[in-house]
């Protein structure tokens, strides 16, 4: 399986972008796709999840702003980001659970205010 982000980069504070992450590989849908982010000097953290069945759950950070969502016939996922602050910087990565767990390479998203 591979992953592969696209979408990020430099946005000013209130402004949008949406990620994509194209999955390589069968069975797409049956996986959890999630959404991942890494500001410098902190761990990686939780941004958005999607099931196979299409039930979401989002960080309190994010909620109400960011929108995952998955088309399983083109084997991606996306997420959706609104209203961005400055604290949403950071390298967002996508991550696949099947038996074992895959990243994307990451892709940078930045907000200046």
């Known amino acids: 399986v591979q992953l592969v982000e696209s979408g990020g980069g430099l946005v000013q504070a209130g402004g949008s972008l949406r990620l994509s992450c194209a999955a390589s590989g069968s069975s797409f849908s049956i996986y959890t796709m999630g959404w991942y982010r890494q500001a410098p000097g902190k761990q990686r953290e939780l941004a958005a999840i999607?099931?196979?069945?299409?039930?979401?759950i989002y960080a309190d950070s994010v909620k109400g702003r960011f929108t995952i969502s998955r088309d399983n016939a083109k084997n991606k996922v996306y997420l959706q980001m609104k209203s961005l602050k400055r604290e949403d910087t950071a390298v967002y990565y996508c991550?696949?659970?099947?038996?074992?767990?895959?990243w994307g390479q990451g892709t940078q998203v930045t907000v200046s205010s």
């Open positions: 999607i099931t196979s069945v299409g039930s979401t």
């Open positions: 991550k696949l659970v099947a038996g074992r767990v895959y």
